[in-house]
């Protein structure tokens, strides 16, 4: 089964339900339990926060709390908790100097999980040769 890494933009544009096509096949591969979607615990944070805090995405109004956008993504939703462990901080030392911290997380936990590609629409994390998906 394959893997994938899912950053907070691409969870934001699944919560309002704006997402490509191909970022939406793999999210509804993950929704039939035929792949799997792996986030950092970090971005699960940053998609809380911007729930609480933001106004809309793509357009799109958020309504819900964080709890309820927690509930849709990780309890009731395809994606799965990766917390930040020892593997993945020794990843992000490896690659720190070339990414945001935010984007140093992402590269680092698909690098420790060897998941197939990272859902996003990062032009920098895929600049860097990683494998992404979005459209």
Do not use: C
């Amino acid at each position: 089964m394959q893997s994938y890494t899912a950053d907070a933009v691409s969870m934001l544009v699944y919560l309002v339900d704006a997402l490509p096509a191909d970022a939406d096949r793999i999210f509804a591969a993950a929704e039939a339990g035929e792949a799997v979607i792996q986030a950092p615990s970090t971005a699960l944070a940053e998609v809380l926060y911007s729930v609480g805090h933001d106004k809309s995405i793509r357009g799109v109004s958020l309504t819900g709390t964080p709890e309820d956008a927690r509930r849709a993504l990780v309890e009731n939703g395809p994606v799965s908790v990766a917390p930040v462990d020892d593997a993945e901080l020794i990843e992000y030392a490896q690659v720190e100097s070339e990414f945001s911290i935010h984007d140093g997380l992402i590269v680092a936990s698909h690098r420790s999980r060897e998941t197939t590609a990272i859902i996003t629409t990062d032009s920098v994390i895929a600049a860097a040769a990683y494998p992404t998906v979005w459209e």
